[in-house]
């Protein structure tokens, strides 16, 4: 059997969240406040993971915050929705992501 190679993604979520992350092999991060998610977030800035996935109900409150580090290169933070938080701010936040990668909406067309 061959060993595991560690992923360069983490997905950051509530304590006891993110297993389908975790059976695909990603990196779990738990996190229980906002605080504690941009301490991460820091720290792992120029770091070993180059995509962090980011549950969307822990970073409704620090948008802009996120938003700073993600002007970086690396790593490149995504939010994921979640059933905690019904403001749709993942959608949105991706489809401003894709309308700066590819120039068009292609998703709302």
Request: hydrophobic residues 40%; proline residues 4%; contains cysteine.
């Amino acid at each position: 059997m061959s060993k595991r190679q560690e992923t360069n993604v983490a997905y950051v979520g509530p304590p006891g969240g993110g297993l389908g992350f975790q059976l695909a092999g990603i990196r779990v991060l738990a996190c229980s406040d906002e605080k504690e998610l941009l301490d991460i977030l820091s720290r792992e800035k120029g770091g070993r993971y180059e995509i962090i996935f980011v549950d969307e109900g822990l970073a409704e409150n620090v948008l802009p915050e996120i938003e700073k580090l993600n002007e970086d290169v690396l790593p490149a933070v995504v939010l994921i929705a979640s059933s905690s938080s019904s403001k749709k701010i993942a959608a949105r936040k991706m489809d401003q992501l894709l309308l700066k990668a590819v120039g068009s909406d292609i998703i709302n067309k």
